[in-house]
């Protein structure tokens, strides 16, 4: 496991100081025509959708139907997608607020919680321990969808049943086993020298943890920051399932969905709101690309 | 940890065993929280599941126990055998397309060069984006008022049944997921052959051989471990696709695309056969289980042969 972390962390630095030296890619691979068509074929279907999408959220529903893919210069609109913005009803961007909400909150308690125990567990060499932690990979076994069922029945025995804080309890829950793997690999790797010079100094364990250890996980955290906050924000089932529509919160999906049941032939409606709810997924992963990719790599190989 | 000071004043056994009950006690507290939420949220609703699979409840009135029955009528009931159908198919199909097109893709992409790493986020760009919304995309684009079949009726042709059509429409699912989905199995693939040392590419080209030979005699083989890993990855993903299906096609036309975790919500959501819906969900579970059991043998191995070399 190890092994493996360590490569996928090293490779971007050791990138440049071997740039372009293997022998396919200077040889024979950039001139082959056969390359460029596989790439032009790749862009044209990987994009055409997301062309597709921006161009039909500033144009009326005729223009839509008859021409979907032309850009009619003059025929461009903004009068839907301001209407999408300041819709009273099922708004994408009263959505971003409570999927942020959402996001943030799950973020900060799982780290709270994952941190310290990943910490136990990483530095006892007890037997029982390592048990807490099968305990929770099992987790990782769990189709969190098929399952959702029975959230509901227990949720209800502690009173928590269609509430924001059912929610996000049943959220954190569902990062910890990932996030705790993840975690315990990571301080593995950190020298337990640096622990008793900190006990030495008259730290206690927490603060060991918290002042010491925590801050030489940013790696691991950066990662487990970005796979639960993707995995939080674009997740449909648990807050449709968990918060009914009379709860009053919708989160971008939630609402994408909701919505569409009710105008799926207006796709004056359909399309703003689409771009709505894509927009700030793709501008996030257009700045943190690599630490996007490397971070959702990690965990769904490692997790 | 423990105190330097009582160690070393008396090392008498009374104080070693207080320290180390309050060692225990802070590893108690340390683990606790974690553990009491992910036992409640997460183990406990696994085992209603497994009691509720053995009754009859059907979401209103008494449960009645009634064993091991709804297990035996797992594939009985003709929607249940098609959605284990649906399902197997999409994780099938989906796997071995996504694991393809990953391996191609990632053979012409895995050069360090600023177009090479601009292909691969446009190949990976939905990974990132909610199942949810890429069907409501797809079903813009391929519906009956779809923007393809809007194109197509301009020159006079016949709407085509991506969505409407019971077989279509299933290859049309498989066709949006391998779409959304490959870009991951590109940047693993990339990442795996990056590390396959150049002067053996390049002892191979100086013996003569041609650009197929060593890409499928000394690349692949030596990255088959992350390509096992990634097909049951794929696999393990695919059969609990839900989100997709909820937007793309709803499960339709009649049924065609339903998958077994779509089935599953839907029964449980009539409220009439809630027992029998939880025994699909453990069987469903089972299953991954075991894939996913695969894949931690695999990794384990991987590992091993990573260490050794």
């Known amino acids: ?47 055409v959708p997301v062309y597709l999408l921006v161009v039909n959220a500033f144009k009326s529903q005729q223009d839509i139907l008859d021409n979907p893919f032309s850009i009619p210069l003059s025929g461009l609109t903004f009068e839907h997608m301001s209407a999408a913005v300041s819709s009273p009803q099922f708004n994408v961007i009263d959505g971003y607020g409570f999927t942020l909400f959402l996001v943030v909150l799950v973020d900060v308690l799982c780290i709270l919680l994952a941190g310290p125990a990943a910490y136990a567990i990483a530095r006892s060499l007890k037997r029982r321990t390592q048990l807490v ?18 959230v509901i029945y227990v949720l209800r025995e502690i009173g928590l049943a269609n509430t924001v804080t059912g929610l996000v309890a049943h959220d954190v829950a569902s990062t910890l086993p990932v996030s705790i793997f993840l975690f ?87 399309f703003p709101n689409l771009l709505l709810a894509i927009a700030p997924v793709v501008i996030f992963f257009i700045y943190m690309q690599r630490h996007i990719i490397s971070g959702l790599t990690v965990g769904a190989v490692k997790g | 940890m423990v105190e330097l000071a009582e160690l070393t004043a008396g090392l008498d056994r009374q104080a070693r065993r207080r320290a180390r009950l309050r060692e225990s006690a802070v590893s ?19 085992g209603v599941a497994v009691y509720l699979s053995l009754t009859d409840w059907d979401g209103f009135s008494a449960a009645a126990f009634i064993g091991l029955d ?58 990132v984006i909610s199942a949810l919304i890429l069907g409501y995309l797809w079903a813009a684009i391929l519906g009956t008022n779809g923007a393809i079949n809007n194109t197509l009726a301009k020159f006079g042709i016949e709407p085509l049944g991506f969505l409407f059509d019971e077989q279509f429409a299933l290859i049309s699912l498989i066709g949006v997921i391998v779409w959304a989905g490959f870009g991951f199995n590109v940047v693993l693939f990339v990442a795996a052959l990056q590390t396959v040392p150049a ?22 083989p030596m990255i088959a471990p992350v390509v096992t890993v990634a097909t049951v990855l794929n696999l393990v993903g695919l059969i609990r696709a839900y989100d997709i299906v909820v937007s793309l096609t709803g499960g339709g036309p009649a049924g065609s695309t339903q998958t077994f975790t779509y089935l599953i919500l839907a029964r449980s ?37 990573a260490t050794g070399s």
């Open chain 1, 184 to 270: 315990v690999g990571f301080i593995r790797t950190i020298p337990v020298d640096i622990d008793h010079a900190a006990t030495i100094d008259g730290a206690g364990r927490f603060r060991t943890f918290w002042a010491i250890i925590f801050p030489l996980m940013r790696p691991a955290v950066v990662t487990v920051l970005i796979l639960n906050s993707i995995g939080i924000w674009n997740d449909f089932v648990s807050p449709q399932i968990l918060l009914s529509p009379s709860s009053g919160h919708y989160t971008v999906t939630t609402a994408v969905y909701a919505g569409i049941s009710q105008y799926s032939t207006d796709l004056t409606k359909v």
């Open chain 2, 70 to 127: 709804n297990y035996k009528h797992l594939f009985d009931d003709p929607s249940s055998s098609e959605a284990w159908y649906v399902t197997a198919l999409i994780a099938t199909a989906g796997t071995v397309l996504m694991v393809g097109l990953g391996l191609v893709y990632a053979l012409a992409l895995k050069g360090r060069s600023r177009a090479n790493s601009f292909f691969r986020a446009v190949a990976y760009f939905p990974h």
């Open chain 2, 269 to 305: 959501f009539e409220g009439t056969k809630v027992g029998y819906a939880t025994a699909q969900a453990v069987f469903l579970m089972v299953v991954s289980a075991v894939l996913a059991l695969v894949v931690t043998a695999l990794r384990n191995r991987q590992d091993q042969a």
């Open chain 2, 199 to 220: 002067e053996l590419l390049e002892a191979a080209a100086i013996d003569g051989a041609s650009k197929r030979q060593i890409n499928l005699r000394i690349v692949i």
């Open chain 2, 28 to 46: 108690f507290a340390m683990m606790g929280p974690a553990v009491l939420l992910y036992t409640v949220m997460t183990v406990v609703p696994v």
């Open chain 1, 133 to 150: 932690l099968l305990y929770f990979l099992a987790g990782t076994f769990i189709p969190g969808a098929a399952v959702i069922i029975p």
């Open chain 1, 1 to 47: 496991m190890v092994v493996l972390e360590a490569k996928v962390h090293d490779r971007p630095q050791a990138a440049p100081a071997k740039g372009g030296k293997a022998p396919g890619t200077e040889r024979g691979e950039p001139r082959s025509p056969g390359r460029w068509v596989l790439l032009g074929v790749l862009f044209v279907i990987m994009i």
